[in-house]
């Protein structure tokens, strides 16, 4: 066995990736991630002794956010930045000591020290999730630091743009201390459904940092077609690479799109002033393998989910923050309160071709919590009427598996007095469908990004208290969520946690999820597994 890796819904027989990921990383960089996991969990605890003594660690929550970040699905294939992460983390440990001294109850994680990439592979074994050998523990273990690496992701959006919270920062450092050592299954279970709250606070957080800084998603037709002018294309979620990307191109006869989990971009205030923001390009990030090869301009991938590099766009795709490829080059972060520099890509831009065009027309986007909140009295009117008899959250991921076409089958087999709310890449699925409307509504409200995940579980609770009711689970909701990677695993808890009841995911029950942690939690929040359109369909509409 080269490796072992589980955490995502493609993982190989839905058990382990055990020479090469699915995702295309290889052996040597999953490994690698194994070190960094296992040091920054080494961190964590003599970060908890530094808070403990009444110091902040803010820098030592900056390092974990990043370092987790970097390891999420389709984010970092390259194993020398990941190597680059390990040390760091090393360094920082090695001054925690000194500052605070070693302590007789030091765990090895955060005694580990290493001065060469030797010496870190010499700790591939003991860094692997498959060192504890109970089966349940790992289990819940993994859930615990999957969910983390989530978090990580949403937590550090929001750093980005200037918000942070000290009670989230030590909830981050405790959990992913929790997972050091020897523990009882049910102590990490609380510690699991502590994370739940975490992720909710989190994404609650990340929303407001959004919406803050660049105003309330609106209601929006996007347009899906071309201009006859060169183009940059910017996938993933980072709305502030957005922001400087889109002023930094003004008046330079370059167009800007966006793809994939960027979509939603096109639905806030802030960027509508740009006359060269032409819409979306493209599909689900599964696609970009067929989508950036007809685009013909540079692509900048700011966060996940970066797939195998191919030769047909290799020499247009930039990285950036902690989006990593090798050989492909990488526009650094900000630095003295500068924006990052998109100079290359402009340039670069002005001597492409226009985008292919690959479709026409417009999809309709832009139905967050604060646009729905508004539209209330309308949704609750046609509730009462019987015109909207139930609505299906088909939020999250979508993904390279033919058995996500139950998501597509599953939109088209809804009743006429479905809507559904979505959020993240599971909406290509169904979005460019045309479901139609109800009384003007249309059925399918798309909140934005999977970082956007609040605003439907916000939404639910604003109709639960727009109906008078006690509990939001009274509310005519089902579920249909489709995970791909730990992000997903961020906001499954955060909604469990939020005390939603009998949320149906899939297109597979976590590999990383044992038999008798499966029970555990299908006893405690009822959560089951998608199985078949016909069969799902009944028990949604019953």
Request: charged fraction near 25%; aromatic fraction near 8%.
């Amino acid at each position: 066995m080269k490796m072992f890796c589980h955490q995502c819904q493609e993982t190989a027989k839905n058990s382990g990736c055990t020479s090469r990921g699915v995702c295309g990383k290889d052996h040597i960089t999953a490994n690698h991630m194994d070190v960094l996991i296992y040091n920054l969990k080494g961190l964590a605890c003599l970060a908890q002794k530094k808070a403990e003594a009444g110091k902040s660690i803010s820098d030592e929550v900056e390092m974990i956010l990043g370092s987790l970040f970097a390891t999420v699905t389709n984010v970092n294939f390259d194993a020398e930045r990941i190597q680059g992460l390990t040390f760091s983390c090393i360094a920082r440990k090695r001054s925690l000591v000194r500052e605070l001294g070693p302590g007789a109850d030091l765990p090895v994680e955060a005694a580990f020290d290493a001065q060469s990439v030797a010496d870190l592979e010499q700790a591939f074994d003991a860094a692997s999730i498959l060192a504890i050998e109970d089966e349940d523990v790992r289990s819940l273990k993994s859930f615990i630091v999957y969910a983390l690496k989530g978090i990580s992701a949403y937590a550090e959006h929001a750093r980005v743009l200037g918000r942070q919270d000290d009670e989230l920062d030590r909830e981050v450092v405790d959990e992913l201390a929790a997972t050091v050592g020897e523990r009882s299954l049910d102590e990490l279970t609380e510690v699991l459904v502590a994370t739940g709250h975490t992720s909710a606070k989190t994404m609650r957080l990340l929303d407001a940092a959004n919406t803050g800084t660049y105003g309330h998603p609106e209601i929006t037709r996007v347009n899906i077609g071309t201009r006859n002018r060169p183009g940059i294309l910017i996938s993933g979620h980072d709305l502030k690479d957005m922001a400087e990307l889109l002023e930094q191109t003004k008046d330079t006869g370059v167009d800007v799109y966006t793809h994939s989990e960027m979509l939603p971009a096109n639905y806030y205030p802030a960027f509508k002033k740009y006359d060269h923001f032409v819409g979306n390009y493209g599909g689900a990030w599964h696609n970009q393998k067929n989508d950036f090869a007809t685009f013909n301009g540079p692509i900048l991938m700011t966060t996940n989910c970066i797939t195998p590099v191919q030769d047909a766009y290799r020499d247009r795709i930039f990285t950036t923050g902690r989006v990593g490829y090798p050989g492909i080059p990488h526009i650094p972060d900000r630095s003295d309160g500068k924006p990052k520099d998109f100079s290359p890509l402009i340039e670069l831009a002005k001597r492409c071709d226009p985008p292919q065009q690959i479709e026409e027309g417009e999809i309709v986007g832009g139905f967050a919590r604060h646009q729905v909140q508004q539209l209330a009295d309308k949704i609750v009117a046609a509730v009462k009427s019987g015109a909207i008899r139930k609505f299906v959250v088909m939020g999250g991921c979508d993904g390279r598996m033919r058995s996500r076409h139950y998501f597509t089958e599953l939109a088209q087999k809804l009743p006429h007095d479905t809507v559904i709310l979505t959020a993240g890449c599971a909406k290509y699925r169904y979005n460019k469908l045309g479901l139609g409307e109800i009384e003007g509504i249309p059925r399918v409200l798309d909140a934005g990004q999977c970082n956007d995940s609040y605003s439907i579980a916000a939404t639910a609770f604003a109709l639960r208290d727009a109906f008078g009711l006690e509990d939001v689970n009274e509310l005519p909701l089902d579920f249909a969520i489709a995970w791909y990677e730990q992000k997903a695993v961020a906001v499954l808890l955060a909604l469990l946690a939020m005390g939603f009841k009998g949320v149906r995911i899939g297109p597979t029950l976590p590999g990383f999820v044992s038999e008798n942690v499966k029970k555990k939690i299908v006893e405690t929040f009822a959560l089951t597994v998608t199985t078949n359109v016909d069969s799902d369909l009944a028990a949604i509409t019953a």
